[in-house]
């Protein structure tokens, strides 16, 4: 699927095992860029270790409950963005949905933000959960991110609990977000 984001056209597409060491790439430095300066080197390494390894990353894209899509500039083939879903959702105990999906990891490259790509993979996730049926769509949001706060209240997303998020032997407080579809 192609969409103009009004700068230039992007593609949105299914992640294959051969974007394996992109994507792995791409959620290293868009997570780094936006959170390295909070944690310790020895529980960084270890995080990302555990979340985006090429290994982990190819397990995830041959997992049937874990879709990533992903966003590239039409003219080349360069990852520009990404948003991982996974059904049934992580956080289905907090909720009385009945079917929740789980969002994850919804990246831009850090030089491309602001520019629809987030946007555009937050359009496709709604989209999808319609097309499984879920009744709504969970995700987290480390408490003083507040960028990312404003762009999914945007949405309708709402907090519903308070919740730990573990980068090594960090805590950090994070917020559940749900969208009740």
């Given at each position: 699927m192609s969409k103009d984001t009004g700068r230039r056209m992007m593609i949105l597409r299914p992640a294959s095992l051969s974007d394996a060491d992109n994507l792995a790439h791409l959620g290293r430095s868009?997570?780094?860029?936006?959170?390295?300066?909070?944690?310790?080197?020895?529980?960084?390494?270890?995080?990302?270790?555990?979340?985006y390894s090429v290994e982990v990353v190819t397990t995830e894209i041959g997992d049937p409950a874990i879709t990533h899509q992903l966003a590239q500039d039409a003219d080349s083939s360069a990852l520009t963005g990404y948003v991982k879903i996974k059904q049934p959702s992580g956080y289905s105990e907090y909720s009385d949905a009945a079917n929740p999906l789980g969002l994850g990891?919804?990246?831009?490259?850090?030089?491309?933000?602001?520019?629809?790509?987030?946007?555009?993979?937050?359009?496709?996730?709604?989209?999808?959960?319609?097309?499984?049926?879920?009744?709504?769509?969970?995700?987290?949001?480390?408490?003083?991110?507040?960028?990312?706060?404003?762009?999914?209240?945007?949405?309708?997303?709402?907090?519903?609990?308070d919740i730990a998020f573990w980068v090594g032997q960090h805590r950090d407080d994070e917020f559940l977000y749900e969208l009740r579809i």
């Amino acid at each position: 699927m192609s969409k103009d984001t009004g700068r230039r056209m992007m593609i949105l597409r299914p992640a294959s095992l051969s974007d394996a060491d992109n994507l792995a790439h791409l959620g290293r430095s868009s997570f780094c860029a936006a959170f390295e300066h909070l944690y310790r080197p020895v529980d960084l390494s270890a995080f990302l270790e555990e979340a985006y390894s090429v290994e982990v990353v190819t397990t995830e894209i041959g997992d049937p409950a874990i879709t990533h899509q992903l966003a590239q500039d039409a003219d080349s083939s360069a990852l520009t963005g990404y948003v991982k879903i996974k059904q049934p959702s992580g956080y289905s105990e907090y909720s009385d949905a009945a079917n929740p999906l789980g969002l994850g990891q919804l990246y831009c490259a850090p030089t491309r933000i602001g520019e629809g790509i987030g946007a555009a993979l937050m359009d496709w996730a709604l989209t999808e959960a319609k097309t499984l049926g879920c009744d709504a769509i969970q995700l987290s949001v480390w408490s003083e991110n507040f960028g990312a706060q404003r762009f999914y209240a945007r949405y309708g997303f709402t907090k519903i609990a308070d919740i730990a998020f573990w980068v090594g032997q960090h805590r950090d407080d994070e917020f559940l977000y749900e969208l009740r579809i």
